[in-house]
């Protein structure tokens, strides 16, 4: 089967991107490992499936695969580069797009200067529903990562995040202990690992080690996990810009109940087709 693909990115967290509105598709584990190596496949952090909606208020589904195969619920750099691709495509004129995800709805919005805004809703702070084992819900957890113990905040933008503050983001262990509290006995789907630097109450720097895919340049969810985080802690305002190693997001929370609002770019790189 000859399937046509985007290749896309969202501040170097890439993506193949597929229609699967207007091409038959069959994807299995082992396919999309294959696909996203970066030596013998096409290469990318997250695989993005486009689909018809299966509910008539909704425009598109479209579902989120990791470099290792495991579908996920929720990307933000991902979002962005599905509004892009849908209205590149002409598979849609809407400035305003409400896609449907494995974690519920997402309403996109096409800005100028190819900018996308993106309503990644209501982040969920419940222990059992992240999932975390705690007993209790609180801003700040203290995890015991082979005998040493961290402080971390746990917070699921439909998917799991862990997100530790720390005083240098060049030197943080994201290569080292993000590997370890990804897969922390805690965290039962395994987690995204966030080092966020508060670099002043609206600027933070960031770098993510995320589920399935290990350091990306940029993660959209994380970006916004991390501000939930810094504000729970009383760190940062309601607007901030998160510095990632592959550029800048915007990021508004305010609070309590409120969805957390993402601006960011998305980029196409190139096209292509590939036997599946
Ligand atoms: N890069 C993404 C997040 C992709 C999914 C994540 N690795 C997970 O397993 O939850 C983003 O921009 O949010």
Known sequence: MLVRFSKMHGLGNDFMVIDAVSQRVRLSEQTVRRLADR??????DQLLLVEPPTRPDLDFRYRIYNADGSEVEH?????????RFVRDKRLTVKDEIAVETARGKAILKMLPDRLVEVDMGAPC????????AAELQAPVYSLDVKGNLYEVSAVSMGNPHAVLVVDDIDTAPVKTLGPLIERHPR???????????????SHIALRVFERGAGE?????????????????RGLLDAQ?????????LYIGWRGDGASVMMTGPATTVFEGQVYL
Do not use: D, W, Y
């Not at 901030?240 to 800048?248: A, M």
């Open 39 to 44: 030596h013998t496949g096409i290469g990318f």
């Open 75 to 83: 990307c933000g750099n991902g979002a962005r580069c599905f509004a």
């Open 125 to 132: 702070l419940n222990p059992v529903e992240i999932p975390f």
């Open 187 to 201: 965290f039962p789907q395994r987690v995204n690992v966030g080092f966020m630097q508060v670099l002043s109450p």
């Open 216 to 232: 990306t340049l940029a993660c959209g969810t994380g970006a916004c996990a991390a501000v939930v985080a810094g504000r729970l």
């Open 240 to 248: 901030v810009k998160v510095s990632l190693p592959g550029g800048e």
